[in-house]
């Protein structure tokens, strides 16, 4: 890489695909007759076994490409799949191409690599055959896999009735060949492993032995709760080594500790590895060639309190390069380096940008139905159990159905080209796509229908995966029949469907931040710094939010110092308006028009904003249990750590100090974790520790959650002589008011020790309770303002845990910051900049364009009851006086079409556009006669 920022010319090398892009059609057929195949590819986490691949992902059009695995490239020998390609696209002259590429700023994102555990002979990995890597496991799981989505054990090809996970391989251990840090993701990737083994086998046993379990994400605890209450699953907590291999059935043979019945040793059908995440393995060459830093374990090291910053100018990093992390985190940590490569490079918006254009729209309305119907395979996701050839023929036999055709992937770009062509070709004025959900794909078909000049409403997609081979894998003749009644339902509503127009709104450029915290004030700043107005609402006197309560973080970073500084920067920013001390009154408007009014020592103030991110941070816990309130010596963490600030005389001459995690959390009242309390132990333990060495320190914990890199200062405190004892829910710490030997008053804290097998009692000068994060207490008052759904637990929800993890379902409004869910600084500030990069894509629109299929009101059939107002969620309906007196009067731009409006209204006065009563019974009635049905019903009211 050369040049500087805005102005860098970065050098490539492409690789040869051996195959010309441009004539390759993907039809597979190389792959089908490549004579190289690896039957244990899959332990590489190779989607396939042959020199051959076809290349997939969506919007990207199927092209093969060839390894170098290939006889040819590395022997000279067989050409097979030059002669067997009917479009003359493999191209074995090929040769490296050098590419140099013009841009402002760089975002690193390679990933991590996955653990190798046969590294260390100890694990068995590539010597006993029925030993699996969770990445092995993984493959063997999913449709595309060696065995077609089939459990098998490779050693006999029979299904595994008995199967152990380990936890923690190559992850917490400083052994030679190990990992010091946590991974962060193994142990719920694990309990989604067990979950798939049920499915894919109700009866088979699942154990899952563990040190920690780490489910500190959002809503990770009740999925763990979900998992462990499987039957014949068992969470066991033990270190465990592999003995062997029995030779007479080849299964593995484990060793581990119980607390009743000591070492035990037991046969498994299959063991998995849950190997951990490694740093990318050019790690070091991209640090050289982008002059960033690497901390000591080879991943980015970011800028204090800005993880997206390498340090470098212009580059940023997101993803798992900064350590290990999730996939939502990865995902809005992509939004974060984009809203911060958008601050950089604002001066160049919109110069490169082109407006798409598509063909006059031609109106079909009046004609006879012509109906396409296009049956993906999706590879083997639905091909491996569906007959797609025989549905296709089936579909060929439908009244309206002029012509179909089955596809490998409908979504990838030359297979959308190839529905754009048929409908030209065919004069097609209706198309049926019987493929996957409509969730994530709707739009992309719905765009390829405009590309044809058609009406995207004309579009209905049939759920052949999800809802038939997913949930029917096992039965494929029925899978078939099932999904041939989909696509007949889906034909008989496209018959019916009608053009709709969809709605171009003006944007307000202005944004809203509700939250003056670290969250809000960062998104506010981002937001601002790419040239928009922001207005900043603070319901407390002054910004910095719960984040004033702390001192500093577990790595010794100056947090008020780094508050002060973020609160000046968003005064000093001419395009942030601050309100403090500010109550919001109302909000209304939709995505790009909002209006809120607010009341704050300005007096009323009304403010019109295109989007509002939510960060109103959360809360803590008051405890009411182990004496707090009654004994001035019980602490929570947050007094603890300002007493330590202060240098309190008394915490200072205090001889024993004991923590109790999970307080207030973990139980029936709030069934999370609150993800930030073990660092926020720890970190106090080792103050304790530093500021007094020969005092005793005690961490009476459930689980240590210190993942990540965190778990370096777990283990530094334990190195300290931080004393962690392990307690139970079902036997929790007693603490008394009592007197030691010496007669000195003391708190007595009795609990069970697992290791020690009997009771203990531990004299404390000082007890300091973990209490829980708790979500704010104006969430539900916001959530009704703003339409921001709230979970199970309180906090706010996010669209979609993965592909929309910083947006509400309410267009415009977006979330960040502890409002969504319990996180550390740095999670805050990635989250932060993430919603203010999802909020720069609505602000730096002219227009939004509201859906089309919104409800509307029969004046006539309206009785004017009100019921659609109680049933809408989204303050769309509003009563109207006419003649015939109130009637029901819809917002087009409100409304998000979620129909229970419609479904309460008891005149049918009420229908919602592209989901009208008609559409839906000729659904039904498609599947099914009128008697077919009745029966059905009776059957069931008699049951």
Same mark, same amino acid.
């Given at each position: 890489?050369?040049?500087?920022?805005?102005?860098?010319?970065?050098?490539?090398?492409?690789?040869?695909?051996?195959?010309?892009?441009?004539?390759?059609?993907?039809?597979?057929?190389?792959?089908?007759?490549?004579?190289?195949?690896?039957?244990?590819?899959?332990?590489?986490?190779? &989607?396939?076994?042959?020199?051959?691949?076809?290349?997939?992902?969506?919007?990207?059009?199927?092209?093969?490409?060839?390894?170098?695995?290939?006889?040819?490239?590395?022997?000279?020998?067989?050409?097979?799949?030059?002669?067997?390609?009917?479009?003359?696209?493999?191209?074995?002259?090929?040769?490296?191409?050098?590419?140099?590429?013009?841009?402002?700023?760089?975002?690193?994102?390679?990933?991590?690599?996955?653990?190798?555990?046969?590294?260390?002979?100890?694990?068995?990995?590539?010597?006993?055959?029925?030993?699996?890597?969770?990445?092995?496991?993984?493959?063997?799981?999913?449709?595309?896999?060696?065995?077609?989505?089939?459990?098998?054990?490779?050693?006999?090809?029979?299904?595994?009735?008995?199967?152990?996970?380990?936890?923690?391989?190559?992850?917490?251990?400083?052994?030679?060949?190990?990992?010091?840090?946590?991974?962060?993701?193994?142990?719920?990737?694990?309990?989604?492993?067990?979950?798939?083994?049920?499915?894919?086998?109700?009866?088979?046993?699942?154990?899952?032995?563990?040190?920690?379990?780490?489910?500190?994400?959002?809503?990770?605890?009740?999925?763990?709760?979900?998992?462990?209450?499987?039957?014949?699953?068992?969470?066991?907590?033990?270190?465990?080594?592999?003995?062997? @291999?029995?030779?007479?059935?080849?299964?593995?043979?484990?060793?581990?500790?119980?607390?009743?019945?000591?070492?035990?040793?037991?046969?498994?059908?299959?063991?998995?590895?849950?190997?951990?995440?490694? =740093?990318?393995?050019?790690? @070091?060459?991209?640090?050289?060639?982008?002059?960033?830093?690497?901390?000591?374990?080879?991943?980015?090291?970011?800028?204090?309190?800005? =993880?997206?910053?390498?340090?470098?100018?212009?580059?940023?990093?997101?993803?798992?390069?900064?350590?290990?992390?999730?996939?939502?985190?990865?995902?809005?940590?992509?939004?974060?380096?984009?809203?911060?490569?958008?601050?950089?490079?604002?001066?160049?918006?919109?110069?490169?940008?082109?407006?798409?254009?598509?063909?006059?729209?031609?109106?079909?309305?009046?004609?006879?139905?012509?109906?396409?119907?296009?049956?993906?395979?999706?590879?083997?996701?639905?091909?491996?159990?569906?007959?797609? =050839?025989?549905?296709?023929?089936?579909?060929? &036999?439908?009244?309206?159905?002029?012509?179909?055709?089955?596809?490998?992937?409908?979504?990838?770009?030359?297979?959308?080209?190839?529905?754009?062509?048929?409908?030209?070709?065919?004069?097609?004025?209706?198309?049926?796509?019987?493929?996957?959900?409509?969730?994530?794909?709707?739009?992309?078909?719905?765009?390829?229908?405009?590309?044809?000049?058609?009406?995207?409403?004309?579009?209905?997609?049939?759920?052949?995966?999800?809802?038939?081979?997913?949930?029917?894998?096992?039965?494929?003749?029925?899978?078939?029949?099932?999904?041939?009644?989909?696509?007949?339902?889906?034909?008989?509503?496209?018959?019916?469907?009608?053009?709709?127009?969809?709605?171009?709104?003006?944007?307000?450029?202005?944004?809203?931040?509700?939250?003056?915290?670290?969250?809000?004030?960062?998104?506010?700043?981002?937001?601002?710094?790419?040239?928009?107005?922001?207005?900043?609402?603070?319901?407390?006197?002054?910004?910095?939010?719960?984040?004033?309560?702390?001192?500093?973080?577990?790595?010794?970073?100056?947090?008020?110092?780094?508050?002060?500084?973020?609160?000046?920067?968003?005064?000093?920013?001419?395009?942030?308006?601050?309100?403090?001390?500010?109550?919001?009154?109302?909000?209304?408007?939709?995505?790009?028009?909002?209006?809120?009014?607010?009341?704050?020592?300005?007096?009323?103030?009304?403010?019109?904003?295109?989007?509002?991110?939510?960060?109103?941070?959360?809360?803590?816990?008051?405890?009411?249990?182990?004496?707090?309130?009654?004994?001035?010596?019980?602490?929570?963490?947050?007094?603890? @750590?300002?007493?330590?600030?202060?240098?309190?005389?008394?915490?200072?001459?205090?001889?024993?100090?004991?923590?109790?995690?999970?307080?207030?959390?973990?139980?029936?009242?709030?069934?999370?974790?609150?993800?930030?309390?073990?660092?926020? &132990?720890?970190?106090?333990?080792?103050?304790?520790?530093?500021?007094?060495?020969?005092?005793?320190?005690?961490?009476?914990?459930?689980?240590?959650?210190?993942?990540?890199?965190?778990?370096?200062?777990?283990?530094?405190?334990?190195?300290?002589?931080?004393?962690?004892?392990?307690?139970?829910?079902?036997?929790?710490?007693?603490?008394?008011?009592?007197?030691?030997?010496?007669?000195?008053?003391?708190?007595?804290?009795?609990?069970?020790?697992?290791?020690?097998?009997?009771?203990?009692?531990?004299?404390?000068?000082?007890?300091?309770?973990?209490?829980?994060?708790?979500?704010?207490?104006?969430?539900? @008052?916001?959530?009704?303002?703003?339409?921001?759904?709230?979970?199970?637990?309180?906090?706010?929800?996010?669209?979609?845990?993965?592909?929309?993890?910083?947006?509400?379902?309410?267009?415009?409004?977006?979330?960040?910051?502890?409002?969504?869910?319990?996180?550390?600084?740095?999670?805050?500030?990635?989250?932060?900049?993430?919603?203010?990069?999802?909020?720069?894509?609505?602000?730096?629109?002219?227009?939004?364009?509201?859906?089309?299929?919104?409800?509307?009101?029969?004046?006539?059939?309206?009785?004017?009851?009100?019921?659609?107002?109680?049933?809408?969620?989204?303050?769309?309906?509003?009563?109207?006086?006419?003649?015939?007196?109130?009637?029901?009067?819809?917002?087009?731009?409100?409304?998000?079409?979620?129909?229970?409006?419609?479904?309460?209204?008891?005149?049918?006065?009420?229908?919602?556009?592209?989901?009208?009563?008609?559409?839906?019974? &000729?659904?039904?009635?498609?599947?099914?006669?009128?008697?077919?049905?009745?029966?059905?019903?009776?059957?069931?009211?008699?049951?």
């Amino acid at each position: 890489m050369e040049g500087s920022v805005g102005d860098f010319t970065i050098s490539l090398t492409k690789k040869p695909r051996y195959v010309v892009e441009d004539a390759c059609t993907g039809c597979t057929t190389c792959v089908e007759y490549c004579p190289v195949e690896y039957p244990d590819r899959f332990n590489q986490g190779i &989607s396939d076994n042959k020199a051959v691949h076809i290349y997939f992902a969506q919007a990207i059009p199927l092209i093969a490409y060839i390894d170098e695995s290939c006889i040819y490239l590395k022997e000279k020998k067989c050409r097979i799949c030059e002669n067997v390609c009917q479009a003359n696209a493999i191209d074995f002259h090929q040769k490296p191409e050098k590419l140099q590429i013009k841009v402002g700023a760089v975002v690193l994102a390679p990933g991590y690599d996955v653990y190798d555990p046969a590294v260390k002979e100890e694990y068995g990995y590539g010597r006993i055959p029925n030993v699996v890597t969770s990445m092995d496991y993984e493959r063997l799981l999913c449709a595309t896999g060696p065995y077609d989505g089939e459990i098998l054990r490779s050693s006999d090809k029979t299904h595994p009735h008995n199967v152990a996970w380990i936890q923690c391989i190559g992850s917490r251990r400083v052994t030679e060949g190990d990992n010091p840090y946590c991974s962060s993701v193994c142990c719920t990737y694990t309990q989604k492993q067990v979950i798939l083994t049920k499915d894919h086998h109700a009866d088979a046993q699942c154990t899952v032995f563990h040190n920690d379990v780490r489910s500190y994400g959002k809503d990770f605890e009740r999925y763990y709760q979900n998992t462990a209450a499987l039957s014949d699953t068992r969470f066991i907590r033990s270190y465990v080594s592999i003995v062997g @291999e029995n030779p007479d059935n080849h299964n593995v043979i484990l060793r581990y500790a119980t607390p009743d019945q000591g070492v035990k040793e037991e046969e498994f059908d299959l063991v998995v590895l849950s190997v951990g995440l490694n =740093p990318p393995a050019d790690n @070091e060459r991209l640090a050289e060639m982008f002059g960033l830093e690497l901390n000591q374990y080879g991943f980015c090291k970011g800028v204090p309190f800005n =993880p997206m910053d390498t340090g470098a100018p212009g580059v940023y990093v997101s993803g798992a390069f900064q350590g290990p992390m999730d996939i939502p985190e990865s995902v809005f940590g992509a939004s974060a380096a984009g809203s911060q490569t958008g601050e950089l490079l604002d001066y160049r918006r919109d110069k490169l940008t082109r407006e798409r254009e598509y063909p006059e729209e031609k109106d079909v309305s009046g004609e006879e139905p012509r109906i396409g119907v296009f049956v993906c395979h999706c590879g083997a996701n639905i091909g491996r159990v569906v007959d797609v =050839p025989a549905t296709v023929e089936f579909a060929k &036999s439908l009244p309206n159905v002029v012509y179909a055709q089955e596809q490998l992937f409908s979504c990838a770009t030359n297979s959308a080209k190839e529905i754009t062509d048929m409908i030209q070709e065919k004069g097609l004025n209706r198309v049926v796509v019987a493929a996957c959900s409509p969730r994530t794909l709707e739009p992309l078909f719905r765009d390829t229908l405009r590309e044809a000049g058609l009406n995207q409403y004309y579009y209905d997609m049939a759920n052949i995966r999800e809802h038939c081979s997913w949930c029917h894998s096992k039965e494929k003749e029925q899978s078939t029949i099932k999904a041939q009644d989909i696509t007949r339902m889906s034909v008989a509503r496209a018959c019916l469907l009608g053009p709709l127009q969809e709605i171009d709104l003006p944007v307000n450029k202005a944004a809203l931040v509700v939250g003056g915290g670290i969250a809000g004030m960062t998104a506010a700043l981002s937001i601002a710094e790419q040239g928009h107005e922001v207005f900043l609402v603070e319901k407390a006197d002054e910004l910095g939010g719960l984040a004033r309560r702390i001192h500093d973080t577990l790595d010794g970073l100056d947090v008020p110092a780094f508050v002060d500084e973020l609160a000046e920067k968003v005064f000093k920013n001419p395009a942030v308006r601050v309100y403090t001390g500010a109550t919001i009154t109302e909000a209304t408007g939709y995505v790009g028009n909002f209006v809120t009014k607010l009341q704050s020592k300005r007096g009323e103030t009304e403010i019109k904003h295109g989007v509002t991110v939510v960060a109103t941070g959360s809360a803590v816990y008051e405890p009411s249990e182990y004496l707090y309130g009654q004994d001035e010596r019980v602490l929570t963490h947050l007094e603890l @750590e300002e007493r330590l600030a202060e240098g309190d005389e008394g915490l200072a001459d205090s001889d024993s100090v004991a923590m109790i995690q999970c307080v207030g959390c973990r139980n029936e009242e709030h069934n999370y974790c609150s993800r930030i309390c073990c660092g926020e &132990s720890v970190k106090n333990a080792i103050k304790l520790k530093e500021q007094k060495p020969e005092r005793d320190v005690f961490i009476l914990y459930r689980d240590m959650r210190t993942y990540g890199l965190m778990e370096d200062y777990y283990r530094q405190a334990s190195e300290m002589g931080v004393r962690f004892v392990r307690y139970e829910p079902e036997q929790p710490p007693q603490v008394e008011a009592a007197e030691s030997d010496e007669g000195k008053p003391v708190l007595r804290i009795s609990l069970p020790d697992y290791v020690l097998g009997d009771d203990i009692a531990i004299d404390a000068d000082y007890v300091t309770l973990a209490a829980a994060v708790v979500p704010g207490p104006d969430n539900v @008052e916001i959530s009704g303002l703003f339409g921001a759904a709230l979970g199970e637990d309180g906090f706010f929800k996010e669209a979609h845990v993965k592909l929309r993890p910083v947006e509400f379902a309410t267009q415009g409004v977006y979330l960040c910051g502890a409002a969504h869910y319990p996180k550390h600084i740095p999670e805050t500030i990635n989250q932060a900049y993430g919603a203010a990069g999802r909020a720069l894509t609505m602000l730096s629109r002219d227009i939004v364009t509201v859906s089309g299929s919104v409800c509307e009101v029969k004046q006539d059939a309206c009785m004017g009851c009100k019921a659609c107002l109680e049933a809408c969620s989204y303050d769309a309906i509003q009563m109207r006086k006419t003649k015939g007196g109130p009637k029901a009067v819809v917002n087009p731009v409100l409304c998000k079409g979620d129909g229970l409006c419609n479904a309460c209204c008891p005149t049918g006065a009420i229908y919602l556009k592209h989901f009208t009563d008609e559409e839906l019974f &000729s659904q039904i009635d498609a599947y099914a006669d009128q008697g077919d049905i009745l029966e059905q019903i009776d059957a069931a009211v008699n049951q």
